[in-house]
């Protein structure tokens, strides 16, 4: 069999493991890389290349400069943008601030303060700021070269090609209209979204809580319908665990017996109703009688994205227990304790003592109920990191210094004056993101040298046949922004790019157009909470459910096509 056809089949199972779900991105492109190494389709040393790319080097050093500037009183104004103003004028004012400082930090960073501050704000609804929010958040990101990763991944890309790097501004005449005319529609949509702090007993939002049943329970040797367990307000019995062997549905006239362990999905208020069962034990049961329940949204960055409860150690750690885990609005199934954390669960907790003054909360949650979690350097170093980030960059723009050299150079001032520790950067590495995109390099070189990019090519162009090069342009927008919201933005953006510039290369004209259809293409995330990892972020903690992302993102999505398809081409002539 041929490298292309065996590259081919390589590509189609990389494709259907990210559109499942089921596997790490990182898994998947390492290990298809890899099997293109040991099938002997790359050499070491030219595998070893892609993982040096000067792009990624510069996406890498960005991500670790981030981690002083979130330090910075820079997000904090964030919170006082929001007062009392109606909220069209609220999401006005903090939706520009919100794509401002996202075309120049990391958008991850500026959702996860969001976060916290739209949820202890009194004035509006959190389901009504947060939705809006992030998405302002994606359209600032694409106004600069930095404004997120997907722009440097393909920047990585087009000087992996032998292409002119792209311009730091290069996407903001486009950016500039998509940021105003987005903005503009989401105030005028600004009421569309539900105001779910007042969820009815149909609409409560499913945590799943796990509880045991002691020897001795007055509940042992009684069915389930005797107990009262069908009857409970806004918590449902789904699933009983007995020996090892799960019982879904449970049958009414169940018989328990001890050790039985009972998982219910419902509201977090009641919570308090297990109380009145004698010998039913839970996480947190003694700690969570008469005291306040706290819920906590998990970053993204977490060390506990990936593992369970049981495998993280999470009370020892934080001195809390976890009574309850929520995932959107789908009631999770298994034991609490096995349930994979996945960036943007909400865990219901019963904190300690020493929960609050606990050092790792900022790095592991976006967001806990009642606290600020935001770390400030104070105003001299704060000063020097924004002073000197701004100094990196316009030196950057200006040519008189590389920006990864400058990006070297600030980090290691930001260490000197102690606005980041070596600990802080080992933990934002990130070491994901390095894999994929070093994958997805070798892999885009296989594409081109192997000749599959240009089959694919072909194959795109035989679909669109007649409509000349801007039906190509426009067909290869429409690859990328699907594929964005099928599988995740940088995946999206590392297997449209070969094959765009392959249809350049057919068509004989300049591939800027095209590299431009997939830098937006692949920023276009918006009707899937699953395309962008702070979709996933805020569904979570706005309570969304898919059918918001849908009402606001497919009318978003469509006037940002309009605009990319319409002005690239002006500005990018082919």
Not at 7 to 32: H, Q, Y
Not at 243 to 255: D, E, F, M
Not at 407 to 435: C, D, H, M, N, Q
Request: hydrophobic share 55%; charged share 15%; proline share 4%.
């Amino acid at each position: 069999m041929s490298d292309l056809w065996l590259l081919a089949i390589i590509l189609l199972g990389l494709v259907a493991g990210l559109i499942s779900g089921r596997i790490n991105p990182a898994v998947l492109f390492l290990f298809a890389f890899l099997l293109c190494y040991l099938l002997g389709m790359v050499a070491l040393d030219t595998a070893l290349t892609s993982f040096t790319n000067i792009g990624l080097v510069t996406l890498v050093l960005l991500v670790l400069a981030a981690t002083a500037l979130e330090k910075t009183s820079l997000l904090g104004k964030l919170s006082q943008v929001i007062g009392n103003s109606s909220l069209p004028m609220t999401m006005a004012k903090l939706g520009l601030s919100t794509a401002l400082l996202s075309s120049f930090t990391n958008n991850t960073a500026v959702v996860a303060s969001l976060i916290g501050v739209v949820r202890r704000n009194q004035a509006h609804a959190p389901a009504k700021l947060l939705l809006p929010l992030n998405y302002a958040a994606i359209l600032g990101g694409t106004l600069t070269l930095i404004g997120t990763s997907t722009n440097l991944i393909v920047n990585s890309f087009v000087e992996n090609a032998g292409l002119p790097a792209l311009g730091f501004f290069e996407f903001t005449p486009v950016a500039v209209v998509i940021v105003v005319a987005g903005m503009l529609l989401l105030i005028l949509l600004a009421n569309i979204l539900p105001d779910r702090r007042e969820e009815s007993g149909e609409e409560a939002l499913p945590y799943l809580l796990e509880a045991h049943v002691a020897k001795g329970s007055s509940l042992v040797g009684r069915s389930v319908v005797d107990n009262k367990l069908r009857a409970l307000k806004k918590l449902y019995l789904v699933e009983l665990e007995r020996s090892g062997i799960c019982i879904c549905p449970v049958p009414p006239q169940l018989v328990l017996q001890a050790d039985d362990v009972l998982r219910f999905s419902g509201a977090v208020e009641s919570v308090e109703l297990l109380h009145q069962f004698d010998g039913l034990d839970w996480f947190g049961k003694h700690q969570a009688k008469g005291q306040n329940l706290v819920e906590a949204v998990l970053a993204p960055s977490s060390s506990l994205v990936g593992s369970s409860l049981k495998e993280s150690l999470f009370r020892e750690q934080f001195d809390a227990a976890v009574m309850a885990i929520r995932r959107g609005n789908h009631p999770l199934k298994g034991g609490l304790g096995d349930i994979i954390l996945q960036p943007g669960d909400v865990l219901l907790l019963t904190p300690g003592d020493g929960f609050s003054n606990s050092s790792k909360l900022s790095s592991e949650f976006a967001a806990i109920s009642g606290l600020d979690l935001n770390v400030r350097l104070d105003s001299r170093r704060g000063r020097w990191v924004l002073f000197g980030f701004a100094v990196t960059i316009v030196l950057s723009v200006t040519g008189v210094l590389p920006l990864a050299k400058g990006l070297v150079l600030l980090l290691l001032s930001y260490f000197v004056i102690g606005a980041v520790t070596l600990a802080e950067l080992k933990r934002r590495f990130p070491l994901e993101l390095v894999v994929i995109v070093g994958s997805a390099l070798g892999l885009a070189n296989l594409m081109m040298s192997t000749g599959l990019a240009d089959s694919l090519a072909q194959g795109l162009l035989s679909v669109i046949n007649g409509y000349g090069v801007f039906g190509a342009f426009v067909g290869v927008y429409f690859m990328t922004l699907l594929l964005t919201e099928l599988v995740t933005n940088n995946a999206a953006a590392a297997l449209a790019f070969p094959i765009a510039y392959a249809i350049a290369l057919n068509y004989g004209v300049d591939a800027r157009p095209f590299i431009m259809a997939v830098v937006f293409g692949a920023s276009a995330s918006f009707i899937s909470p699953y395309g962008y990892q702070t979709n996933l972020m805020v569904f979570n903690a706005g309570n969304y459910r898919f059918s918001d992302f849908v009402r606001l993102g497919l009318p978003l999505s469509v006037l940002y096509s309009l605009i990319v398809i319409f002005m690239v081409p002006i500005i990018f002539p082919f």
